[in-house]
């Protein structure tokens, strides 16, 4: 999976109905999103949106750069099993505070 996608994810319920709720509970600085997907709910809440190349968020690139952040051969313990777009964006992240500004 090369982009993480708003919908249904399994026991989260649907994502996009509660998005606008919870960008107001948490009041994120900024958002990173591969590139193309803005959901209209972003606009609304006035949300800083910056917009990486989707290869940022590939599920495989990021399990291997999470392993070698966290020193370990696998995600396998940190219960992450079937959570492709949370790797994803988890690796998006780690690259992102990874460069300099």
Known sequence: MAHARLGRLPGHGDVRA??????????PSEILLPEGLRPAELDAAGCVVKPQP???????????????????????GFGCDGLGAAIGAAGALLDYAARPR
């Open 54 to 76: 989707r290869r940022q968020f590939d599920v495989e690139s990021a399990t291997r750069a999470l392993c070698r952040q966290f020193g370990t051969s696998s995600l396998a």
């Open 18 to 27: 509660n998005l606008a709720a919870e960008l107001e509970r948490i009041r």
